[in-house]
């Protein structure tokens, strides 16, 4: 039998909830000159999208623009 709970009722009953990543957007890089994106939460630019996905993973900061 399958019961439905909520992570408030899950949490009550002392089971563990797994934390909900949110999905984000990539935009795609320019394809011509090099990579930079900038994070909309603190501002810090990224020149690589291997650096930009540590930040990520650091901060869930999920919000990036494209620096031109």
Do not use: I, W
Request: aromatic share 4%; net charge positive.
């Amino acid at each position: 039998m399958t019961v439905n709970l909520t992570p408030a009722q899950a949490k009550a009953m002392g089971l563990d909830v797994p934390v909900k990543v949110s999905k984000r957007n990539r935009k795609a890089a320019p394809t011509r000159g090099t990579y930079h994106t900038r994070c909309k939460t603190c501002g810090e630019e990224f020149r690589t999208m291997a650096s930009e996905d540590r930040h990520v993973h650091d901060t869930h900061h999920p919000r990036f623009e494209t620096v031109l």
